[in-house]
């Protein structure tokens, strides 16, 4: 048991020599295993696998609905409201379809 207040005397020879010090115990190796079975590694390439086929469809559809939208905005802008109002309501439809797809497509491809 170690006492905080012992106190040791040295000779200043033993401290001058280094032989003063005591042996430490060598601590038990401790290995390091990893094991990923149960969670996929995480990487860039996972996330945005650029050739797979689902995720190029959709990427087609986040751009289909932001070009969708711009289009919109700039044909009711334009003065063309009955073009502007029929890509609203055909995006009313398509949006939420392809926006559900993308969050199921998400969650259980990986």
Do not use: C
Not at 15 to 26: C, D, I, L, W
Not at 40 to 56: E, R, S
Not at 77 to 94: A, D, K, N, P, Y
């Amino acid at each position: 048991m170690f006492h905080k207040n012992r106190i040791e005397t040295i000779p200043f020879r033993e401290f001058m020599a280094g032989n003063h010090r005591t042996q430490k115990e060598a601590s038990p190796s401790k290995d390091i295993y990893v094991y990923s079975g149960f969670l996929p590694t995480i990487t860039p390439q996972n996330l945005f696998p650029i050739h797979d086929p689902g995720f190029a469809l959709f990427l087609a559809g986040v751009g289909l609905i932001a070009g969708a939208t711009f289009f919109e905005r700039f044909t009711a802008r334009s003065g063309m409201f009955e073009l502007s109002e029929t890509i609203e309501v055909i995006g009313r439809f398509l949006f939420p379809v392809i926006a559900y797809g993308s969050v199921f497509w998400f969650l259980f491809s990986l």
